[in-house]
């Protein structure tokens, strides 16, 4: 009875857990585009009217986002392993991603630090 209980619940399990992934995955490609098309907006806009160009925390933040739906997606994933090979690859996948969203906050932090330092020189900014 309980094994029947158990492959019951797999059997739901496991497409749930790819539709989840799957639209965390989604989310975090939307995110993306939108956040790529903000800041080309603002890049041309900054352009346009040749002042200094500020874009990279709005873009960042935006990847930083995305990355973590990714992530969230990946770690959602876990629950569908079927060897301990698919498990290294996700965690590998995993990895990447951790340490791409440390750099990303990083550079934001620097970013930010210089946004506040040239605000008075009438740098491009969102208006």
Do not use: Y
């Not at 490609?29 to 890049?43: K, Q």
């Amino acid at each position: 009875m309980f094994e029947t209980f158990v492959n019951n619940f797999k059997d739901f399990l496991v497409p749930f857990a790819e539709i989840t992934s799957g639209l965390l995955e989604l989310i975090g490609i939307i995110i993306i585009f939108v956040g790529s098309f903000r800041a080309l907006v603002r890049l041309l806009k900054c352009i346009k009217n040749k002042q200094p160009l500020h874009i990279v925390v709005d873009l960042g933040r935006a990847l930083s986002l995305a990355l973590e739906f990714k992530m969230g997606a990946e770690i959602i994933k876990t629950v569908i392993i079927h060897n301990l090979e698919e498990l290294a690859i996700l965690g590998v996948v995993i990895i990447i991603r951790a340490l791409l969203a440390v750099l990303i906050h990083w550079e934001i932090r620097i970013e930010e630090k210089n946004r506040i330092e040239e605000s008075a020189s009438g740098a491009c900014e969102d208006k």
